[in-house]
């Protein structure tokens, strides 16, 4: 805006100096591009015109027509990172009496944008493995492409099953990787499995058939009735370390993830008798020892509840109670030792016992 009002007075007084020594400017023209505005000015006194001046700075983008202005790359990026979509940012814009941008334009540019993210954190996560192998080397490791692991899948749904239909309730889901050799915890690699387009139905309305995936504009990488599996989030990103030479010795995750026996089908394309060992996790196991002491059947007279509810939440009581001194136990132990896992096994079996 500044740089506007510069050029619109230096202008007028190269041009009108002799003719209008005091300009009265008032706005000429505007123009809007997306959340980006271009202005000109005009002279009340003399009728000079500024030259149009764009409120934006551009990028090149590659494709063909008017470049893109960084505010609206800039909107969208942040987008991205937000629960707010394209719709319910029009609405806030007009709730601000801000013009909105067409609803066109946004949702172009932010498969654009979408593309490029996706881009940059490929590279960025090639990046770390690079980095992560450097650790290992300086580390003096015998084989510096080894990359222990944690991971686990994530579903946009809160049960995988559906109470009314014969399928899984959720129609996403993503499996994450995080190098566990750093104290950096990196994320090394991620896979999305989805099974939602929009395209699909919008061409059945009018009239043309298709399937998913497959179509051109396609955004589901699975059929409808293919099952989410962890199994096979595991094995695309085991493909996904074994093209970087990455070879995974140890596999975190919770106690019903078969995503380790994915990496491990993955990584025999590297070496035929490669052996992937699953380690279990510590917040995963505790939960898990919630639930068999809860299942465990008591006697009794173990509790002395009037109604079977009272019974059941004395019941979940202990499970929490033990839960608790195990996991406060195994930390104690765990610090004790300064993380070493071997002194750690050793003295768990003498030190974990709770008193009735």
Not at 71 to 86: C, E, F, S
Not at 207 to 236: D, F, K, Q, W, Y
Not at 247 to 255: E, N, P, R, S, V
Not at 295 to 304: H, L, T
Request: include cysteine; hydrophobic fraction near 35%.
């Amino acid at each position: 805006m500044v740089e506007m009002w510069n050029i619109a007075i230096q202008t007028h007084a190269d041009e009108e100096a002799e003719v209008c020594a005091v300009p009265q400017f008032k706005i000429n023209t505007e123009e809007k591009w997306g959340i980006g505005w271009k202005y000109s000015l005009k002279c009340l006194n003399c009728g000079y015109i500024s030259p149009v001046v764009k409120l934006y700075k551009e990028i090149t983008t590659g494709k063909r027509g008017r470049k893109a202005a960084a505010v609206n790359i800039n909107l969208q990026a942040g987008l991205l990172d937000m629960p707010l979509g394209n719709s319910m940012t029009r609405l806030l814009l007009a709730d601000l009496d801000i013009p909105p941008p067409a609803e066109s334009g946004m949702s172009k540019l932010s498969s654009y944008v979408s593309s490029k993210t996706t881009d940059l954190n490929n590279e960025s996560m090639r990046t770390k493995v690079e980095e992560v192998k450097n650790v290992n080397r300086r580390k003096g490791a015998s084989n510096p492409n080894v990359i222990n692991v944690a991971l686990d899948g994530r579903y946009n749904c809160l049960t995988i099953g559906h109470s009314k239909k014969p399928r899984q309730g959720a129609s996403q889901s993503i499996g994450i990787a995080c190098e566990t050799n750093t104290d950096r915890k990196y994320i090394i690699s991620a896979v999305l499995q989805n099974k939602l387009c929009w395209t699909r139905p919008w061409l059945r309305n009018t009239g043309i058939t298709v399937n998913c995936p497959g179509h051109e504009g396609c955004t589901a990488n699975l059929t409808r009735h293919a099952p989410l599996s962890e199994r096979e989030m595991g094995r695309i990103i085991g493909e996904d370390l074994s093209i970087q030479g990455v070879l995974i010795k140890f596999a975190t995750t919770d106690g019903d993830s078969t995503s380790a026996t994915g990496i491990e089908e993955a990584m025999r394309t590297l070496h035929p008798m490669w052996k992937v060992e699953r380690l279990a996790d510590r917040a995963h196991l505790s939960a898990s020892q919630f639930r068999q002491c809860f299942k465990a059947n008591f006697s009794d007279g173990m509790f002395r509840g009037k109604t079977k509810v009272e019974k059941t939440n004395q019941k979940k009581t202990l499970s929490q109670d033990i839960k608790s001194r195990c996991s406060l136990v195994i930390k104690e132990i765990y610090s004790t030792y300064c993380g070493d896992v071997d002194k750690l096994k050793d003295s768990l079996p003498g030190k974990v016992i709770y008193a009735h």
